[in-house]
């Protein structure tokens, strides 16, 4: 069992950034493939970026290519995501996901999910 936390969301003014943090529980971090999604108002959840355990192979949504950045620090049990040059269309909840090793690819398959946390970019 993994447990998620987020933490790092706010309000921002567009082009501006911030750095979501992922807080998991559990003895084999590195293990586990984690990820980003997001989920605006109205609008259906959909992948942000992911990290394989050793952070050797990471993804990215095109809309976030060149403006997000996924990291994670074995040692801490923690990914980030890096987000500049905030656009009011970034605003959503963002969530955090695991899942053991990597199959179905980055973007499919996960089984624990965090809260999320709020992300608002105003214009």
């Known amino acids: 069992q993994v447990q998620l936390v987020e933490s790092g969301g706010g309000l921002v003014q567009a082009g501006g950034s911030l750095r979501l943090s992922c807080a998991a529980s559990g003895r084999t971090f590195s293990g586990y493939t984690m990820a980003w999604f997001r989920q605006a108002p109205g609008k259906e959840r959909e992948f942000v970026a992911a990290?394989?355990?050793?952070?050797?192979?990471?993804d990215y949504a095109d809309f976030v290519k060149g403006r997000f950045a996924i990291s994670r620090d074995n040692t801490h049990n923690t990914v980030y995501l890096q987000m500049n040059s905030l656009k009011p269309e970034d605003t959503a909840v963002y969530s955090c996901?695991?899942?053991?090793?990597?199959?179905?690819?980055?973007?499919?398959?996960?089984?624990?999910w965090g809260q999320g946390t709020q992300v608002t970019v105003s214009s």
């Open positions: 990290i394989a355990g050793s952070g050797g192979s990471i």
């Open positions: 996901a695991a899942k053991y090793g990597f199959v179905s690819g980055p973007r499919l398959g996960y089984s624990y």
